[in-house]
Structures are given as C-alpha cells and as structure tokens.
C-alpha cells in the first residue's frame, strides 16, 4: 500500500524510534519503523502513527518520547521502511 503520514505522525515515531533503538544498529531501528508502519497500514489497527503508538500496552517507550532527540539515522530509518511498503 501506498502510505503516507503527517509530519507530526513521522517527528512521533522519531522520537520512539530513537527512545527503543537509539544503540541499535540501522537495521533494528528500521525494524521498528517497518512495525509501526505495518501496523497503520493494516485493517485491524488505528490508521495513522499516533494512535498506533499510544494504543494500550503496544509501546512502553511512548511514555519517554518527550525527551527524546532523534537524528537524521531515524528519519533515515522511517523513509526507507516507507520505501519498503510500497
């Protein structure tokens, strides 16, 4: 499918990206990004990021994402796991 999200929906799942797998290599904060992705672009899960990531017991870390600090290697992370549904 072809997704989209809002600039707000992509800074959020920076944010969890960099809180859940900052030390981990690309791959893994790909992963996360793919998760999150997948889950928006599915039938039986909320349609946009925010909802997906604050849905009950789904993404402890959503709860630190307030500090968070991500760089271009999350933005990076998400544009390639957007490349990847398509």
């Known amino acids: 499918?072809?997704?989209?999200?809002?600039d707000a929906d992509?800074?959020?799942?920076?944010?969890?990206?960099?809180v859940e797998a900052q030390s981990e290599p690309f791959e893994g904060q790909q992963a996360i990004a793919e998760v999150v992705l997948n889950r928006v672009a599915a039938d039986n899960f909320p349609d946009n990021v925010h909802d997906v990531l604050y849905a009950a017991d789904q993404f402890l870390a959503i709860g630190k994402?307030?500090?968070?600090?991500?760089t271009h290697i999350q933005?990076?992370?998400?544009r390639r796991a957007l490349e990847e549904l398509e």
């Open 65 to 70: 994402v307030y500090d968070a600090k991500p």
């Open 10 to 18: 992509r800074d959020l799942l920076a944010k969890l990206i960099w």
């Open 75 to 78: 933005y990076e992370a998400i």
């Open 1 to 6: 499918p072809d997704l989209t999200i809002s």
